[in-house]
């Protein structure tokens, strides 16, 4: 089986990003965005997807958040786009529903080639650190826009702000990994179209 990797590079006036994916790793991170909640969600998300993942970023955070969050997740959605390739074998839908402990977030992904965002989720907060709240959603975005997939993010139960948000990323990681993981049998693309 070809290695899943994808390295990425992204340099503009506001941000400078390296990312470096593996889709069939076991969870290892070297995480370094400039904002620590921000770099505590991708380590979940990678560590609960069983993705090795290095991201480096060097953004314009003396003006605020919005483009090293936004544009890391640009380029993680290329990487991911590009890791996953031809699509054959896989099983292409995800889905998961991740208790912690008051909240309850649903994640379900279809690696279908239509970017779609569907994101349902209220934060009582501004900020969780030095994360804006409201970046989450833009993140999510940004990652299902360049990664060409329809996502589905919703939380159930609403309660902590540190739990909801942590709940999102965890259960996106464990939705990704049933979508890209292979279907024993399955050998061509999962589509009456032959191709997504």
Sequence with gaps: MPERISEQHRKTKETDISVRLNLDGTGKTKI???????????????RHGL?????????DLNVD???????T??????????????????RRFGFFLLPMDETLS?????????????????????????????MIREFFYAVSYSAMMN????????????????????????ALHMAVSFEPGMTE???????L
């Design 32 to 46: 370094r965005t400039g904002i620590g909640f921000f770099d505590h969600m991708l380590e979940g998300f990678a």
């Design 51 to 59: 993705f090795d993942l290095e991201v480096q970023v060097e953004g």
């Design 65 to 71: 958040t919005h483009h090293t969050i936004e544009d």
């Design 73 to 90: 997740g640009i380029v993680l959605g290329r990487a991911i786009a590009e890791a996953v390739g031809d699509k054959k074998g896989i």
């Design 106 to 134: 649903l994640a379900a992904i279809d690696l279908s080639g239509r970017p779609f965002l569907k994101y349902q989720a209220e934060f009582t907060v501004e900020k969780i650190g030095e994360m804006d709240t409201e």
């Design 151 to 174: 996502l589905h993010l919703k939380i159930v139960d609403e309660g902590n702000n540190h739990h909801m948000a942590e709940a999102l990323f965890k259960s996106f990681g464990k």
């Design 189 to 195: 693309v999962w589509s009456t179209k032959g191709s």
